[in-house]
């Protein structure tokens, strides 16, 4: 039977991606026992990571107000002996957290933290823990082992080290949140109530836009290069867009964007773009000068290397894989069963009539199938 491959032509993919700038970084400085702390765990950290994990980066550092002694031994080294704010059953919740920390995710460390102090047993870390490890799939004898040991010790004398370094400025609450390196009592109050809110407004990201549309590379007398359109008209929106996010503060340039896809005269972006830059008060002049000149270009260029290496990771990932294995269980489920490429269906039908007229008349076949 005769084969033919028919490919969708590209006139336009006008696209926007959020690309990933750096992750926030959330560091959380606490005691074990301490109310406050426990609070913050339980109704902001724990419920929340999953829906910030892409965003946010946590690092716990479990020590808060316990106090370090060196205790000498006989051989010449040194054992330590601690004492904390709400008791010995602190010091032992401490140690255990500093162990799973060491040796776990985050992810993994808070599901067993959220478990422990939802246990009847909270304030006896080690009971709470070998209770939750049983449930959640943790070593309880790896756990215990570090905690109990001197290498819970140590890592308890490090975390008490890093609290110690913190002084600008000093903390004297705890939990003692710290955001991309900063602290303040606004910070510390909104992540007590309101950590998705706090970590969403903090995290900064780029949009990409990018519109696909034919261009040549013209080389210039210097040696230098620069980008032909073959349709400037088919990238306009996109460079000026593309300057917008470049040039201007994040929320201006959002809104700046919001305003052009609402405009009725989206499809002329120049007269969309300059009414808006008016609209919202912004230096359209600027705009348009990155647009018309070669940082637009560059813009465009860099928004196109971006595209292609977001579809090579994902054919590349374990998310192209997945594609294929989707793509496959579609075709496995097509009845009747597929027996050559391409196969054709229309309607949800295929014959051997219908691929035959398609194959030699697609776009007549075509119309006359439409209702």
């Known amino acids: 039977m005769f084969s033919v491959c028919i490919a969708p032509v590209l006139l336009a993919i006008v696209g926007m991606c959020a690309a990933a700038d750096t992750p926030v970084q959330l560091d959380v400085y606490y005691e074990s026992l301490c109310p406050d702390c426990m609070q913050f765990i339980k109704t902001q950290l724990v419920p929340n990571y999953k829906k910030l994990a892409s965003i946010m980066n946590v690092n716990m550092v479990p020590y808060g107000w316990a106090k370090s002694t060196k205790v000498a031994k006989p051989d010449g080294t040194f054992d330590l002996t601690f004492t904390c704010q709400h008791g010995p059953q602190e010091c032992i919740g401490n140690e255990i957290h500093n162990c799973v920390l060491e040796s776990e995710t985050i992810a993994r460390s808070l599901e067993l933290f959220g478990c422990m102090y939802a246990s009847k047993d909270y304030t006896k870390p080690a009971t709470a823990a070998k209770e939750c490890t049983s449930k959640l799939g943790f070593n309880y004898t790896a756990i215990d082992e570090c905690a109990s040991g001197p290498l819970g010790r140590g890592l308890h004398l490090r975390s008490g080290e890093r609290f110690q370094a913190l002084t600008n ?194 776009a007549k076949y075509i119309c006359d199938t439409y209702t």
């Open 169 to 362: 400025p000093k903390p004297n609450f705890v939990v003692w949140v710290v955001v991309n390196g900063v602290h303040t009592q606004a910070i510390a109050t909104r992540a007590e109530s309101d950590l998705v809110g706090l970590i969403c407004d903090t995290y900064k990201f780029k949009l990409n836009t990018f519109s696909y549309g034919r261009f040549n590379k013209t080389t210039k007398p210097e040696g230098t290069f620069d980008l032909e359109f073959q349709n400037a008209t088919q990238v306009a929106g996109t460079l000026i867009q593309s300057c917008a996010m470049e040039i201007m503060p994040q929320d201006q340039s959002l809104a700046f964007l919001a305003c052009m896809f609402k405009s009725a005269q989206y499809d002329n972006a120049d007269v969309a773009g300059k009414q808006c830059a008016n609209e919202l008060n912004l230096k359209w002049e600027a705009i348009e000068e990155c647009a018309k000149g070669p940082l637009g270009r560059g813009l465009y260029l860099r928004g196109l290397e971006h595209m292609e290496a977001a579809i090579e990771e994902c054919a590349k990932g374990p998310l192209g894989r997945g594609l294929y294995l989707r793509g496959l269980e579609h075709m496995e489920a097509v009845k009747p069963k597929i027996t050559w490429f391409p196969w054709i269906i229309v309607n949800g039908q295929h014959t051997d009539l219908e691929q035959q007229t398609a194959e030699k008349h697609l």
